[in-house]
């Protein structure tokens, strides 16, 4: 075990192994769809991501086309410059090829085994010994708000904390002055970037800024002594005492990282500025993804408010409010924090960690606004309880210098006391526990007011406190004996964080992933280019798109502006937001008839088997259909559907020759009201006309002749000048042409297309390219070149003999 090498390989060896337990479900039965047990089964990873990854490779199988676009949700969809895609991640490049629900859970737990890995790598840059830097490796790969976020299919949040441990070991390296640290930084940090989802990516590199920041300027007036432990084993790292070296290189790695990710930066940032959220969120909204108070009791056991099929604690969600870190991890952090608070490295982990951990309650603490009003981008993010991912990463590293620690006791002057201490602790928690666990399941009864009654697991805290006395007796006796205390403590860690992770981890079986339904063989047959709305349980956005069904809903947490008010002003229901992301059935007595008129709705797939009996719709089909998933043990539910007609819509693609003016400058609620009012069989609203004055065409359909993600072919006849009006959301980076000839494609109805055409015959061909991709690609071809140059330098000088 000598060689740094072999240890390192030995480490990722072992970390693959705790993999195996902590994900026991999925070992089990590797071809299952690893899933949380909360909503059956239904999460992010079955509600999005196997369709995301799935249409990436369909579009290029039946299309031979790169998916920029996606026509077939929410009015269409841009690909590339939507987060949530993540097409520029490398890892991802493998859905090109194999199917995605047999694939994503593996690449899931992949980024768990290299999330430890990288801590412990991180560790052993710290100068932890083997054992406490495994430890670190396993606490982090197996956090409990890790499982939670797994257990809720956050796969690009998942895969982007993966790289939290190597972008601290660049960013430790760039502080000793490596040439290799500028090259790494950018690297790591582009590819977590690459995963989208970048709100933990911001607030990492925002703590790291201010890190380097305040440190350079501490360094210009406090000369650094060189700082060794007690022991005088565990010494800080060789930091360079040039500050202008460190912003210099943070700073090069920051502009070089832009460029490289430029490619999906700018059509990104062009989203966004388009998006719902282009404006930020209410700081009164951001409390449902906060924590309070009462969270505090899941530091010791992370079930108190109950498991996520059944959470009853602060915030919304489960798998955003869950704060645990584990019992014997936070306890070994606090021993880490204690023992070497006189180490650079641990002060400034515990400073960035207990920031994190106080903005993770929003605004229920009062300094919260103040960061919300006063760091760019801080209000575009709903959930502060994300802050967690990085408070999981400094209890992971705080956690091994606490086991470091420990582990040298057998040097202290003070082993006998340490001893001592330890025994008795040994034999007063274990009655303790024993006595728990058979009287009362190892729960304690608490009650926080006379009619608020619940029970704490304290069998996690008494095994921690066993574990950490057990481990001190051993290490205060001799240098042998002190490995079987590490070995201890690392045992402990993967038992309590594994039995957290098999209680809310299960699979879905891939033989019970529905199938073509009888829903999805009748729209095939009928749609054509008309849409449909559909209740993700009945038609799922997956099915949507395999069988190139245009729904109108679709599951996107950030929705175009212009599909948001055009919903508003189409549904007035209270639940529209839930509704147009296919949660819940649409109120079509209270909907705009026009408006589903405009949006070229054929068809309405409702969840019910009452008649429904409305004006200008009738029942053309209705049955059952089992659930799209079934969790493994479960029976598959059937679900009831009526499939009503709407026997007039306007068709996807027609021809109108009146306008009407609408500014998008006008406040919401007008632009609402507005479209509202609409009459689209005799008007199109438009900012300006831009058809000469006399004859317009009248209404009249018009033939698509071509359609596929990034394009459209369509047939116009006009008698007299007009628009093409097509019911797909408006977007920039479409184009028309009328042969060799450039049209305008302008926001009609404020949310749709309108190309001008003259009178004749026409084929217009609409294309689309990502606004800000062209450029993008170049700018990162350029950086990319640059990051090679500077990659072959640095391994050259490592390469040169070092003058003595």
């Keep these: 075990m000598k060689s740094r090498l072999f240890q390192n390989v030995i480490a990722a060896l072992i970390l693959l192994i705790v993999s195996g337990v902590c994900f026991q479900a999925l070992v089990s039965h590797p071809a299952d769809v690893l899933v949380g047990v909360q909503n059956q089964g239904y999460n992010d990873t079955t509600n999005q991501f196997i369709g995301f990854k799935d249409y990436q490779r369909e579009c290029i199988q039946q299309f031979n086309q790169f998916p920029y676009w996606n026509p077939w949700s929410l009015l269409g969809m841009p690909w590339v410059g939507n987060p949530q895609a993540s097409l520029f991640y490398p890892i991802n490049w493998i859905f090109f090829f194999l199917n995605a629900a047999s694939t994503i859970s593996w690449v899931l737990v992949l980024h768990h085994w290299w999330a430890g890995w990288g801590a412990y790598l991180l560790g052993r840059m710290y100068r932890l010994n083997f054992f406490s830097a495994l430890l670190s490796g396993i606490v982090f790969l197996a956090a409990p708000y890790f499982v939670a976020k797994t257990g809720e299919g956050h796969f690009t949040s998942v895969t982007q904390i993966a790289w939290f441990p190597w972008i601290l070991y660049a960013y430790e390296l760039l502080r000793t002055g490596s040439k290799k640290a500028v090259p790494f930084l950018v690297v790591v940090i582009s590819l977590a970037f690459f995963c989208g989802h970048v709100q933990e990516l911001y607030y990492l590199l925002l703590f790291l800024t201010a890190a380097i920041v305040i440190e350079s300027i501490l360094e210009l007036f406090f000369k650094k002594k060189p700082i060794e432990s007690e022991q005088g084993a565990v010494t800080e790292l060789e930091e360079t005492s040039r500050p202008g070296l460190w912003i210099k290189g943070w700073l090069t790695a920051g502009l070089l990282t832009a460029g490289l990710v430029a490619i999906d930066l700018i059509p990104v940032f062009i989203y966004t500025k388009q998006a719902v959220r282009s404006s930020g969120i209410d700081l009164a909204s951001l409390s449902a993804g906060s924590l309070n108070a009462a969270s505090l009791l899941q530091l010791i056991d992370p079930f108190v408010w109950g498991k996520p099929d059944q959470y009853t604690g602060p915030g919304t969600f489960y798998w955003e409010a869950i704060c645990s870190f584990g019992c014997l991890p936070l306890l070994l952090a606090i021993v880490g924090v204690l023992s070497s608070f006189h180490q650079r490295i641990v002060i400034r982990l515990t400073l960035i960690g207990l920031i994190a951990f106080l903005l993770a309650f929003g605004p229920e603490l009062p300094f919260y606004k103040l960061f919300y009003q006063l760091i ?429």
């Design 376 to 804: 760019p981008g801080a209000s575009m993010f709903r959930i502060p309880g994300r802050q967690l991912w990085i408070c999981t990463l400094v209890v992971a590293m705080l956690a091994g210098f606490g086991s470091q620690w420990i582990s040298l006791l057998y040097q202290n002057s003070k082993g006998r006391t340490m001893r001592l201490l330890a025994g008795i602790a040994v034999v007063a928690a274990l009655p303790i526990l024993i006595y728990l666990i058979f009287k009362s399941a190892g729960s304690l009864k608490v009650s926080l007011a006379p009619d608020k009654l619940f029970n704490i697991q304290a069998g996690y805290l008494l095994t921690a406190l066993l574990g950490i006395s057990i481990a001190i007796f051993l290490t205060s006796l001799s240098r042998k004996a002190a490995f079987g205390g590490l070995v201890i403590l690392c045992l402990i860690c993967t038992g309590e964080l594994s039995i957290y992770s098999n209680h809310i981890l299960c699979t879905i079986p891939q033989s019970s992933i529905r199938g073509e339904t009888e829903i999805v063989q009748f729209l095939k047959n009928n749609l054509g280019e008309h849409r449909v709305l559909a209740d993700q349980h009945l038609l799922s956005d997956r099915e949507a798109w395999k069988n190139q069904l245009l729904k109108v809903q679709g599951y996107e947490p950030v929705p175009l502006v212009r599909l948001g008010l055009l919903a508003a002003a189409t549904f007035d229901q209270p639940n529209a937001a839930r509704m147009m992301a296919g949660f819940d059935s649409p109120q079509l007595e209270t909907a705009e008839p026009q408006l589903l008129d405009l949006m070229s709705i054929k068809y309405a797939v409702l969840r019910t088997s009452e008649p429904v009996k409305l004006e200008g719709w009738k029942t053309v089909l209705q049955g059952q259909v089992p659930a799209e998933y079934t969790l493994r043990g479960s029976k598959p539910r059937q679900i009831p559907f009526q499939i009503i007609e709407n026997q007039n819509p306007l068709p996807r693609a027609y021809l109108v020759g009146q306008t009407r003016a609408l500014q998008d400058e006008e406040s919401s609620k007008k632009i609402v009201a507005v479209i509202s009012k609409v009459k689209p069989r005799d008007e199109v609203l438009l900012r300006q006309d831009v058809l000469p004055k006399g004859d317009r065409q009248a209404f009249q359909p018009a033939s698509i002749l071509e359609n596929s993600p990034n394009s459209l072919s369509l047939q116009a006849d006009l008698d007299a000048p007009g628009y093409l009006v097509l019911s797909d959301i408006y977007y920039p980076g479409w184009t028309a042409r009328l042969g060799q000839q450039e049209l305008p494609v302008l926001p009609a109805d404020f949310s749709l297309r309108a190309i001008p055409l003259p009178p004749g015959q026409h084929q217009v061909q609409l294309s689309f390219v990502p606004p800000g991709f062209q450029i993008g690609r170049v700018i990162s071809l350029t950086a990319l070149a640059i990051l090679c140059i500077l990659l072959v330098k640095a391994f050259r000088s490592d390469s040169k003999p070092q003058a003595e």
